[in-house]
């Protein structure tokens, strides 16, 4: 018998799925090897253990923060495809009508990056041309064990910034004087003395 | 908003909408009826993933992605395979990729050492910090930590389809069509990887 025929009979017969023609060719294996049938038993316990210990499912850390995000990201997909898609109808039927237009946006576009980034280069330097489901992935996280606490991203793509307003938070009080900061402001101590050191 | 179809175990019962009815749904636009599939089978994905490189933050990552190359993907899916075996198959694709990657950043330092639970990334991305409850504390402190530390020990085609077959509970032809290999492939993993494990387990009860 094959090397591949025999390993085949073992997997089978651990996962108790042999048929009588291959039960009746590994009992004469059985028999030709008496420690054969012990080790395969060894092989069926462990198979046994692994069924036991391990689960099937496990679900993620933070399962609803797991779907928020992805629906998210799925969110961002799906407005991402539809200007594209109506752009493609519209630029079919108005393809010359819409070239003067289209200038005009690129001067447009030319003068805003100037008045945007210092460098004058547009902002189209560092990942200006990267895909719209890339930037999707880019997606900043914004997760808060406290769930008083909401955040609001607001995230420009094409100019490669994003904003995140989190709510919730206490104000900080006017008269808190940190370039006098001591215990009774409430800060943590660690805080207070890397202010001090930076002060000095 | 509700996923529609969702059940708070993620496991399937008569009175949820069959997977398909959903994928269908899903081909039409519909996201709440992803998010159903997405709590339906996240479970699973993501203790494929983590089984598969061993490293919580990086498995929560990797599920993300899975899911969202499934939502890609969906309008394709033909329902000529079973949907958990097209889910797996891309789950190994996910999981591939990033061993892949991580070979090419590690500049060759890519071997099974790197799925060890020990080794995990600095760089714990985008998911929260998670701490086991007392009870998973245990468990994976005993026999669970041992039969992890065996299979991290195998090589990765032996652990995937040791996982797919004893864990997930896929037939040889499904095993066969996630990993892209012949079904002799499979009977030969399977066996060489109990074999491996017998002995790994049987070195752990004899040091102990």
Request: net charge negative; proline share 4%; charged share 30%.
């Amino acid at each position: 018998m094959k090397k591949e025929q025999t390993e085949e009979l073992f997997v089978k017969w651990v996962d108790g799925r042999l048929n009588n023609e291959e039960q009746s060719q590994l009992d004469e294996l059985f028999a030709a090897d008496p420690e054969l049938e012990a080790e395969l038993t060894g092989a069926k316990e462990v198979t046994a253990v692994l069924q036991s210990e391990i689960p099937k499912s496990v679900e993620p850390p933070y399962p609803d923060f797991f779907n928020s995000q992805l629906m998210r990201k799925v969110d961002l997909e799906i407005a991402a495809q539809r200007p594209a898609e109506k752009a493609a109808r519209w630029w079919e039927s108005l393809r010359w009508a819409w070239a003067p237009v289209g200038a005009l946006a690129l001067v447009l576009a030319f003068f805003a990056g100037q008045r945007m980034s210092p460098q004058g280069n547009g902002g189209l330097a560092d990942g200006g041309a990267a895909g719209s489901s890339e930037k999707s992935e880019e997606l900043p996280n914004v997760y808060f064990a406290e769930k008083s606490l909401t955040a609001e991203v607001i995230a420009d793509a094409d100019g490669n910034v994003s904003a995140i307003v989190v709510e919730g938070i206490a104000a900080i009080s006017d008269d808190i004087d940190f370039s006098r900061a001591d215990r009774t402001t409430g800060l943590p101590a660690r805080y207070l003395k890397s202010e001090e050191r930076r002060l000095q | 908003m509700a996923p529609i179809g969702a059940s708070p175990d993620a496991g399937s019962s008569d009175q949820e909408i069959p997977d398909l009815e959903l994928i269908k749904a899903c081909q039409g636009g519909d996201s709440s009826a992803f998010e159903s599939l997405v709590t339906r089978h996240r479970g699973k994905v993501y203790a494929m993933v983590q089984n598969m490189i061993k490293n919580e933050a990086d498995a929560w990552d990797l599920s993300q992605e899975v899911f969202l190359k499934v939502w890609k993907a969906l309008p394709k899916f033909e329902a000529r395979a079973k949907f958990s075996t097209w889910l797996y198959r891309i789950t190994h694709n996910v999981v591939y990729d990033w061993l892949r990657k991580r070979k090419i950043d590690g500049a060759g330092e890519l071997d099974d050492g790197i799925l060890n639970q020990s080794d995990i990334a600095a760089g714990a991305r985008t998911s929260p910090a998670y701490q086991a409850r007392p009870d998973e504390a245990l468990q994976n402190s005993e026999l669970g930590s041992k039969i992890n530390r065996a299979l991290a020990t195998l090589n990765t085609e032996h652990r995937e389809t040791i996982v797919l077959r004893e864990v997930q509970g896929l037939d040889y032809k499904e095993i066969a069509k996630v990993m892209e290999c012949s079904l002799g492939t499979v009977m030969s993993r399977l066996y060489y990887a109990r074999k491996k494990l017998q002995s790994l387990l049987s070195d752990e009860k004899g040091t102990n």
